[in-house]
């Protein structure tokens, strides 16, 4: 018999255990410091001697906090929304069919990857300005809409659906728009919901053209909210605490209502076994 | 219930020619077996047949109409697929009832359907289940099952046995020699298997390098080959091929014997050689010996005794014999 804890499997663990603790501290910190006054900041100590609601009573009543957080939920699900729907098709269609340029097409999509979002902002802010959408809902999103890091993504999940699942439904008459909702988009679960996680963290978190395309603070998403606690002499440490804390719970609630979807059992089911 | 008919079909990918100018015609409620090795093209001309695949030039015939520019659902024709294809995140019922469904057919209707097909099929007790939770066997009834819920005129199966273990592929082959009988409808079907293609149907086509060899009943294919790559490839085991003049003379291993153990033969010729292996099937044996260059495997009745490298004669009669041009290597 094996033992139990081998050498292999200590130095594994530890390592993992390091990680974790590097990973959690800031955010322990963060809720830490939520529940402190502002001259207890630089006290480390993890549980404050006299805790305090005070910050999330000011961030809720004295702030435009809850504005901004209904400004980010709209955002990120709309955003996320149309790359699932868009990305699932183009990836979907550049796997599954064949026509003239598909490879051409998909490179000029894979390239826009290695374009950075700073280079993308003035352009992006050029266009909205000229459709005369800055400082809209509309501003907000139309970068996000499609990404092509969700069509590579979805290109490659489609290619482990075997056509033949395709033919069949073809066969049974459904048509090819009918045969990617019901048949295709099932199989690739996983993925979407892979894409969907990722997507709605980024926007939930994007910050610099959220920055540069309100003005208003009742358009401000929660990271741009939170920067405006930060002032040219002092910032204050526990609001944006408090903000960031309250910001990072939908992010966790969605992670653990999701992962379990991250698990790419179900599509060999229906073919040989 | 419909015939089909095959018109100087060709099919080519770019350079590459896959189909070269095919003709065939199927008779209505006929079982038609399409075989051939891996390449030949089989699967692809049931793939046009289904309108999964464009045609390069031809045409194709399902009852009275042209159908080339048909798409799959109006074809009346319906498929069977050799990994199953069934939809994983859906019930038996669901896979079943999909095609009524997309078709808006009424659920009572749709109902009556599904389960007089599951009735026939024998997996009633199965409908609420997922395709994960099924063997190999009934995964392939319930792809049967959402071919003939659609009443097609024209059943298409490709390679449908292929991944099923010898056993069930047998008791599935007469299941679905049973279906035919009782359905009455057209059947094309595609496999590399000639044991299916002997068992199952009416006429078998041999196809090889996108070209229709013979197109017989079994036993037309298998006494009168046409040529000597469809003479190799019915039958097993393969048939014995020795060039003789200027021609190549096919024996089955059936039709040869061993010297003592032989009936009156008419025309009788023998061979000898060295014994180079021997495989012990049970109710028979096939020996191989080595003549000269050739060599000759016989099926024998019983237990054969003999050692390897032992000298031995067989005997068979020319009448038994094929022969096929040294050339053309068509028969003669």
New interface residues.
């Given amino acids: 018999m094996k033992p139990i804890w081998s050498a292999k499997k200590a130095l594994i663990w530890t390592l993992l255990a390091i990680g974790a603790i590097i990973m959690m501290t800031p955010i322990i910190f963060m809720f830490s410091a939520s529940f402190k006054y502002n001259d207890q900041l630089y006290d480390l100590a993890l549980i404050s001697s006299e805790p305090t609601l005070s910050n999330y009573v000011y961030l809720s009543q004295n702030t435009q906090f809850l504005t901004w957080m209904v400004n980010s939920f709209i955002v990120a699900i709309i955003v996320t929304l149309s790359v699932l729907f868009f990305d699932a098709l183009i990836g979907y269609t550049l796997c599954k069919f064949r026509f003239k340029g598909r490879t051409v097409i998909f490179v000029a999509i894979l390239s826009t990857l290695m374009i950075p979002t700073e280079m993308l902002v003035i352009p992006w802010y050029i266009v909205a300005k000229d459709l005369g959408i800055l400082d809209s809902y509309l501003g907000l999103i139309f970068p996000g809409l499609m990404s092509g890091f969700g069509v590579f993504l979805m290109k490659q999940f489609f290619q482990g659906v075997?056509d033949?699942?395709l033919?069949?439904?073809?066969?049974?008459?459904?048509n090819e728009f009918?045969i990617f909702i019901e048949?295709a988009l099932?199989?690739v679960t996983p993925a979407l919901s892979a894409l969907a996680i990722f997507t709605f963290l980024g926007n939930w978190t994007a910050f610099l053209w959220p920055l540069i395309v309100t003005s208003s603070a009742d358009l401000y998403t929660i990271p741009v909210g939170l920067s405006s606690f930060s002032g040219e002499f002092q910032s204050e440490w526990q609001m944006i605490m408090t903000g960031a804390a309250v910001a990072s719970l939908p992010t966790i609630m969605i992670f653990l209502l999701l992962q379990r979807y991250i698990i790419r059992g179900?599509?060999?089911?229906?073919?040989?076994? | 219930m419909a015939k089909v008919s095959l018109k100087n079909i060709k099919k080519s990918y770019d350079d590459t020619q896959i189909l070269d100018d095919l003709n065939l015609d199927i008779k209505n409620k006929e079982f038609i077996v399409l075989v051939g090795p891996s390449g030949c093209g089989k699967s692809t001309l049931l793939?046009m047949i289904?309108?999964?695949e464009d045609i390069t030039a031809g045409d194709i015939i399902i009852g009275d109409k042209i159908v080339n520019h048909l798409?799959?659902?109006d074809r009346n024709?319906?498929?069977v697929?050799?990994?199953?294809?069934?939809?994983?995140?859906m019930s038996v019922f669901k896979n079943i009832s999909?095609?009524l469904r997309?078709?808006k057919l009424a659920k009572a209707q749709i109902k009556e359907k599904v389960e007089a097909a599951a009735k026939i099929l024998e997996i009633s007790d199965l409908l609420e289940r997922?395709?994960?939770q099924l063997?190999?066997g009934q995964?392939q009834r319930v792809s049967i099952g959402?071919a003939m819920v659609?009443n097609p005129e024209v059943f298409l199966f490709d390679e449908p046995l292929s991944?099923l273990d010898a056993k069930l592929r047998n008791s599935m082959r007469a299941e679905i020699k049973k279906l035919h009988q009782t359905l009455k409808t057209t059947i094309i079907y595609v496999t590399h298997d000639q044991i299916e293609a002997m068992t199952l149907a009416d006429r078998i086509v041999v196809m090889k390098d996108g070209k229709i060899q013979q197109v017989g009943t079994p036993l037309q294919v298998y006494k009168k080959p046409a040529n000597k790559f469809v003479a190799g490839f019915i039958g097993s085991p393969e048939m014995n091929f020795v060039e003789y003049a200027d021609k190549f003379l096919g024996i089955r291993p059936e039709d040869i014997y061993l010297k003592e153990a032989a009936p009156t033969l008419k025309n009788q010729k023998s061979i000898s050689g060295k014994i180079s292996a021997v495989e012990t099937l049970g109710p028979e044996s096939l020996i191989t010996i080595t003549s000269g260059n050739s060599h000759i495997t016989a099926k024998v009745p019983g237990l054969f005794k003999g050692k390897i490298g032992k000298n031995i004669d067989f005997v068979f009669s020319m009448t038994d014999s094929h022969s096929f041009d040294k050339k053309t290597e068509e028969r003669m």
């Fill in positions: 075997p033949e699942y033919d069949a439904a073809r066969i049974d008459g459904l009918q048949v099932p199989l179900v599509i060999l089911g229906g073919l040989k076994g | 793939r289904a309108g999964l798409e799959p659902k024709i319906a498929m697929f050799q990994n199953y294809a069934l939809y994983p995140h999909f095609g997309a078709a997922k395709p994960a063997s190999g995964r959402r659609r991944n």
